[in-house]
């Protein structure tokens, strides 16, 4: 799971585990609940069963007519451009077919693989389109494996399901199964003094059984079938061009360290940026204008008077030079891209890739 999950840390903040139907009302009560929750410790973060992206289609294309794929091209304000696709088993509510225009949520398997390529390209398993017509009376909704406790895997909500609670199954009749281990479309009215308590026991006004946790589903450290295009970039990623505000620029390869994360060397893309780099050797310490600094096998990252600053990887002495995971040019250094993409490690301040 840890290694899954490190890959995915990076969209978790942009994916919204339960957001109202239509109006983002009742949606920071509980985000803010989850934030708390996640940052409370490392190494018992758990994350949900789906991830989810919310926006706008603006096209859509075949993407693979044998099986009946479809991709889409969205813009969401809040998560930036993606481009997932709809198997032909996708679950869209209500039956309806998605179309531009439409503003819709999308779940995905948090443990799946799926390319590294920008934009997200994610395999989205449920749709929900959302009404044209805002209504701020609109239920909540989330989507996530339910234990027999009918605790999402999120641990954020509890289902406490009453006669009212409408539960159908994926083709709309009326279901009358169990819930528990179970994935379930939930909708339901936040309440903010329930919210208090985590994980918040919530009476649904409507749950759709979507079934059980597919048994092909990928395990952690396990292997999955992968799509015809190069998933990976372990081989590809030392050869890799590292490109600093659209120049290439004379540096050690990168190469992809422990948990999936790709490391870049620091002193040149640092000094391509115009930082004065300075190397303690008893220390292990890395400072850049003196007011940033880093120390090897630390994740403990100093930005003039914000510390620390953790990114779930520590920088590392690799042949001589210190690397530092990708993601340390944006969440320290606060550059708007640090990405990589077409067999090129990008560092920039240009238009911000989300």
């Known amino acids: 799971m840890k290694k899954t999950n490190t890959i995915l840390a990076g969209f978790l903040s942009a994916a919204l585990v339960a957001l109202p139907f239509a109006s983002l009302g009742a949606g920071p009560v509980l985000a ?17 069963y789906y991830l989810s992206y919310t926006g706008k289609v603006k096209a859509i294309e075949d993407f693979n007519a044998e099986d009946g794929q ?20 996708c679950f869209i509510l ?39 017509e805002a209504d701020a009376k609109a239920p909540a909704m989330a989507a996530d494996l339910f234990d027999k406790d009918l605790v999402s895997r999120s641990g954020l909500i ?42 918040e026991e919530v009476n649904p006004v409507k749950v759709i059984h979507l079934g059980a946790p597919e048994t092909a589903a990928v395990e ?29 620029i004379e540096a050690p390869a990168a190469y992809v360290g422990d948990n999936d994360v790709i ?20 220390s292990q310490t890395v400072r850049l204008n003196m007011a940033i600094s880093l120390e090897v096998g630390r994740d403990y990252y100093v930005y003039m008077r914000m510390a620390p600053i953790e990114l779930g990887t520590a920088p590392a002495l ?37």
């Open 32 to 48: 803010a609940a989850a934030d708390e929750q996640l940052a409370s410790s490392e190494e018992n973060r758990v994350f949900p």
């Open 158 to 199: 509890k289902l406490a399901p009453g006669e009212e609670t409408e539960i159908l199954d994926r083709d709309g009749q009326a279901y009358t199964g169990s819930l528990s281990d179970s994935l379930l479309l939930v909708f339901y009215q936040p309440d903010a003094a329930a919210a208090e308590n985590i994980p």
């Open 94 to 132: 209500g039956g309806a077919d998605i179309k531009v225009g439409d503003t819709a949520t999308l779940y995905y398997e948090a443990d799946r693989p799926m390319m590294l390529i920008y934009p997200p390209r994610y395999n989205a398993a449920v749709v929900v389109i959302h009404p044209a």
């Open 263 to 282: 490391m870049v060397p620091l002193r040149a893309v640092a000094e391509a940026l115009g930082y004065q780099v300075a190397w303690e050797q008893d």
């Open 318 to 354: 690799k042949d001589g030079s210190v690397y530092v995971p990708l993601s340390y040019f944006t969440k320290v250094l606060q550059m708007n891209n640090a990405y990589f993409f077409e067999n090129q490690v990008v560092i920039d301040n240009q238009e911000k890739m989300h």
């Open 70 to 89: 479809r991709i889409l091209n969205m813009e969401s304000d809040e998560q930036g451009p993606a481009n997932p696709v709809l198997a032909k088993d």
């Open 220 to 248: 952690p450290g396990g292997e999955a079938a992968l799509p015809d295009e190069d998933f990976s970039y372990t081989a590809n990623i030392a050869t890799a061009d590292i490109v600093v505000e659209q120049k290439i």
